[in-house]
Nanobody, 121 residues
């Protein structure tokens, strides 16, 4: 079974930086896409950034130029470096792994439990 565990969420002042981490545990051969999504109170979950095994990135317009996604495939870990944080970045940030190959088959759309990021003005 594959599990995702996020860390790094915190309370930070506007203009500050945070780095989120997410590690996938279990017997994993490969993960095609890893990414971050977020959900603010009263809003739908939205894409923040994704990164494929081949290095293709996709960012939400609202974070382009401020956030950077990266991954360490050997550790099955994805990172989100968040700079120039704004109060509107406040949300629960969820890690996602899609198209995960294991000895028991391929799995899609696996979610972590989420980590809270709060940006004060």
């Amino acid at each position: 079974q594959v599990q995702l565990v996020e860390s790094g969420g915190a309370l930070v002042q506007a203009g500050g930086s945070l780095r989120l981490s997410c590690t996938a545990s279990g017997r994993i051969f490969s993960i095609n896409t890893m990414g971050w999504y977020r959900q603010a109170p009263g809003k739908q979950r939205e894409l923040v950034a994704t990164l494929t095994n081949g290095g293709h990135t996709n960012y939400a317009d609202s974070v382009q130029g401020r956030f950077t996604i990266s991954r360490d495939n050997a550790k099955n870990t994805v990172y989100l470096q968040m700079n120039s944080l704004k109060p509107e970045d406040t949300a629960v940030y969820y890690c996602n792994a899609d198209d995960v190959t294991t000895p028991w088959g391929r799995f899609t759309n696996i979610w972590g439990q989420g980590t809270q990021v709060t940006v004060s003005s």
